[in-house]
């Protein structure tokens, strides 16, 4: 929010400015130009923020599908085997502790 000497210096400003004798409309420029900057400004930096916030989630989202892949991809080899090898524990062990941090 504004302060009252702020909107006061700005009218001044505005007073002083026009005894010079510029037009109105170039005054009425003059301070709509920075303000629509800002704003454009504001909505490209939450533009920016949103993305990144959907690059983040679906980064994970294709960590944690990797490792369902993985896990099924190794459920199917030990249930058409009919059961698990020693190398196929290790890795189900693996997956386990990688998924402990995804999901």
């Given at each position: 929010m ?17 005894r010079?004798?510029?037009p109105?409309w ?20 939450y533009?920016?923020?949103r993305?990144?916030n ?5 980064d ?44």
């Open positions: 504004f302060a009252i000497h702020e909107v006061i210096d700005a009218h001044n400003f505005l007073v002083q400015s026009n010079m004798g510029l109105s170039y005054l009425f420029l003059q301070v709509l130009f920075p303000a629509a900057i800002g704003i454009g400004g504001g909505l490209i930096a533009a920016q923020l993305n990144a959907q690059k983040i989630l679906l994970l989202f294709e960590r944690r599908f990797a490792i369902n892949q993985s896990a099924r991809e190794l459920n199917r080899r030990v249930v058409g085997a009919g059961k698990a090898t020693d190398q196929q524990a290790r890795e189900m062990i693996a997956l386990s502790w990688e998924a402990k941090f995804l999901f």
